[in-house]
């Protein structure tokens, strides 16, 4: 008969049989890769210098409006699916805010970038288009439109702004163009970073002079600025609208629905002037399924803008 086993080597025969069990036991299932908008997001590593700060917070439908407080209205508009957003830091304590939406489809996202960039700033290579403004920049490719903010005013904000921007776009697959009614609008004298991209009220009245087109309840509209510059254009400065319907009879019914409102006057070759709700003079055209309205200036400046369209069509 055996010794009898002491409390020390039960202890060890435990400890050994533990462990080569852990050793056998398959390993902890690795997380899900990231899907959606957070996959954009760059990781740990991938953008030298910058390394995320925190996890990726993500919102989809109506709770966009627990994430920004004052401009969920518009991306719903257009067609807003979900948002990812992260938050790195780089070289001295640098920070940076990444944000990326994901829209129904490119026309919705090129839209959102088109009103939120504005005016300002300044073209950047990154995505299919980008708006460096300071400390922000704003990129469209495809579906996604993106923006990363800089917390910090350091020198190496704009670089990282930038860095993660092509990484962001990177990711992305698609390329798709700009919409088909925002290519038509004419070239010639067409002020830089006026164009926009309208697909309700909400987007009309954050541009410049956008409530004019408010009443003619279109569902889709170009819109760029033309003159009040050197060159070949209006010599004072004139908004040009394209309206698009879903065929010539919308089209018309909405023409006329405009001609029959007060200040509205149709002349003889089927144009319509009219007093916009910010009081400047309008004139609009009625062409297919489109009208083109031109609002601001003087009233030969808006019918050679408007001659051109129907000239460059």
């Given at each position: 008969?055996g010794?009898p086993?002491?409390?020390a080597?039960a202890?060890?025969?435990?400890?050994?049989?533990?462990a080569?069990?852990?050793?056998?036991a398959?390993?902890?299932p690795?997380p899900?890769?990231?899907?959606?908008?957070?996959?954009l997001?760059?990781?740990a590593?991938?953008?030298?210098?910058?390394?995320?700060?925190?996890e990726?917070?993500?919102?989809?439908?109506?709770?966009?409006?627990?994430?920004?407080?004052?401009?969920?209205?518009?991306?719903?508009?257009?067609?807003?699916?979900?948002?990812a957003?992260?938050?790195?830091?780089?070289p001295?304590?640098?920070?940076?805010?990444?944000e990326?939406?994901?829209?129904?489809d490119?026309?919705?996202?090129f839209?959102?970038y088109?009103?939120?960039?504005?005016?300002?700033?300044?073209?950047a290579?990154?995505g299919?288009?980008?708006?460096?403004?300071?400390y922000?920049l704003t990129v469209?490719?495809?579906?996604?439109?993106?923006?990363?903010?800089?917390?910090?005013?350091t020198?190496?904000?704009?670089?990282?702004?930038?860095?993660?921007?092509?990484?962001?776009?990177?990711?992305?697959v698609?390329?798709?163009?700009?919409?088909a009614?925002?290519?038509?609008?004419?070239?010639?004298?067409?002020?830089?970073?006026?164009?926009?991209?309208?697909?309700?009220?909400v987007?009309?009245?954050?541009i410049?002079?956008?409530?004019?087109?408010?009443?003619?309840?279109?569902?889709?509209?170009?819109?760029?600025?033309y003159?009040?510059?050197?060159?070949p254009?209006?010599?004072?400065?004139?908004?040009?609208?394209?309206?698009?319907?879903?065929?010539?009879?919308a089209?018309?019914g909405?023409?006329r629905?405009?001609?029959?409102?007060?200040?509205?006057?149709m002349?003889?070759?089927?144009?319509?002037?009219?007093m916009?709700?910010?009081k400047?003079?309008?004139?609009?055209?009625?062409?297919?399924?489109?009208?083109?309205?031109?609002?601001?200036?003087d009233?030969?400046?808006?019918?050679?803008?408007?001659?051109?369209?129907?000239?460059?069509r």
């Open positions: 008969m010794r086993v002491t409390g080597a202890a060890w025969a435990t400890a050994l049989l533990l080569a069990a852990a050793c056998s398959p390993p902890p690795s899900p890769p990231a899907a959606g908008a957070a996959r997001l760059p990781g590593g991938a953008v030298p210098g910058w390394e995320p700060a925190d990726i917070q993500r919102f989809s439908g109506d709770d966009l409006f627990l994430f920004i407080d004052g401009g969920a209205d518009l991306f719903l508009e257009y067609g807003f699916r979900e948002v957003a992260r938050a790195y830091r780089g001295g304590g640098a920070a940076i805010n990444a990326i939406y994901e829209m129904a490119p026309a919705a996202a839209g959102v088109s009103v939120r960039c504005g005016d300002a700033g300044d073209d290579a990154v299919s288009a980008a708006r460096l403004a300071d922000y469209w490719q495809d579906r996604y439109v993106a923006t990363f903010t800089g917390l910090s005013e020198p190496a904000v704009q670089d990282g702004l930038v860095a993660i921007g092509r990484a962001v776009a990177g990711g992305i698609g390329r798709a163009p700009t919409p009614l925002v290519a038509a609008l004419p070239a010639v004298g067409k002020r830089p970073h006026s164009v926009r991209y309208v697909r309700g009220p987007a009309a009245a954050n410049p002079l956008g409530e004019a087109v408010v009443p003619w309840q279109a569902p889709e509209t170009a819109a760029a600025r003159g009040g510059t050197d060159g254009a209006p010599v004072t400065a004139v908004t040009l609208f394209l309206l698009a319907y879903p065929d010539a009879a089209a018309e909405a023409f629905r405009m001609a029959a409102g007060p200040d509205a006057v002349d003889a070759t089927g144009s319509l002037t009219f916009s709700p910010q400047q003079p309008g004139r609009a055209e009625h062409r297919g399924r489109h009208v083109a309205v031109a609002v601001g200036g009233a030969a400046g808006r019918e050679e803008l408007l001659g051109r369209v129907n000239s460059e």
